[in-house]
């Protein structure tokens, strides 16, 4: 994809395809980003676990979860993906969080993974999870909401998310990780 290209899918593409009833239960995983400082559960952290916790007790698939999202869902056994277990000196950003989350998807043969990310991320974390070999089935986090209370400035309202977004998704692009 051209440059012109990068730009306008960077800037414009922010809504993906919810899943139906039949595609969430004929998916192998489910898979939950932390939206927050990676250290403690922030409200919208916590409205993730939501999800995940009903979408485990309706269709009984195994969780991988992102720390500290899987703090915020200790009634539901859930593989973690942590700082500690990132590669050296690698950031714990989406691409990483989906590399680790594709090795443990290997391991067990899973390949259609429920995606469980904030309404605005989930377009570049699913396009990630194909540069990882895996299928993206996007759960339905349309009532997750952006929060005053996170401690990072880009996660506070719609604006300033989709201004870092616009700019992450172009660095994806420009990495070929999407």
Wanted: overall charge positive; proline content about 4%.
């Amino acid at each position: 994809m051209n440059i012109i290209g990068q730009v306008l899918h960077s800037c414009f593409s922010w809504i993906v395809p919810t899943a139906t009833e039949e595609e969430l239960a004929n998916a192998d995983v489910i898979l939950a980003h932390e939206y927050g400082d990676q250290k403690n559960v922030s409200s919208t952290t916590a409205a993730v676990a939501h999800n995940v916790r009903e979408l485990h007790r309706k269709f009984r698939k195994p969780v991988i979860a992102q720390f500290p999202c899987n703090e915020a869902i200790s009634d539901v056994p859930a593989i973690v993906i942590s700082k500690h277990l990132r590669m050296p000196g690698v950031y714990l950003d989406t691409d990483e969080v989906q590399r680790q989350a594709a090795v443990i998807c290997g391991l067990h043969g899973w390949k259609k993974v429920i995606l469980c990310a904030h309404w605005a991320h989930a377009w570049r974390a699913g396009q990630n999870l194909i540069h990882h070999g895996l299928t993206p089935i996007y759960a339905d986090t349309s009532s997750i909401k952006f929060h005053w209370d996170s401690p990072r400035w880009a996660q506070k309202s719609t604006s300033l998310f989709m201004a870092r977004e616009a700019l992450a998704k172009m660095l994806y692009f420009r990495k070929g990780l999407i």
